[in-house]
């Protein structure tokens, strides 16, 4: 068992910031990458960000010079610092996860977690 425990959602008024955390425990022998997803209501989740163990940085275009995601390796822990919202930033942000579950495994795993509601207000 994986679990993916996230938090720092919440209201913010646009232009201001939040900081979303997420800290992968359980079954996990090796981390390939972390990451952020989102999905607002009536549309389809979509990545945010994702970062890998070497540090490359992937980000969607409308998260490019606002949005910053880090990684703690030895903590297992992701960040999303997330700076000038916008009302359509609203969503439910999930952690990310792509992982081996032991050695032996061939192909990583992906797994997100339960979600954290960010809401930005006009």
């Known amino acids: 068992q994986v679990q993916l425990v996230e938090s720092g959602g919440g209201l913010v008024q646009a232009g201001g910031s939040l900081r979303l955390s997420c800290v992968a425990s359980g079954s996990i022998f090796s981390i390939s990458a972390m990451g952020w997803y989102r999905q607002a209501p009536g549309k389809q989740r979509e990545l945010v960000a994702i970062?890998?163990?070497?540090?490359?940085?992937t980000y969607t275009d409308s998260a490019k010079g606002r949005f910053t995601i880090s990684r703690d390796n030895p903590r297992d822990t992701v960040y999303l610092q997330m700076n000038s919202l916008k009302p359509e930033d609203t969503a439910l942000y999930y952690c990310?996860?792509?992982?081996?579950?032991?050695?032996?495994?061939?192909?990583?795993?992906?797994?997100w977690g339960q979600g954290t509601q960010v809401t930005v207000s006009s």
């Open positions: 970062i890998s163990t070497s540090g490359t940085t």
């Open positions: 990310y996860l792509n992982y081996r579950r032991d050695a032996w495994e061939t192909r990583p795993r992906d797994h």
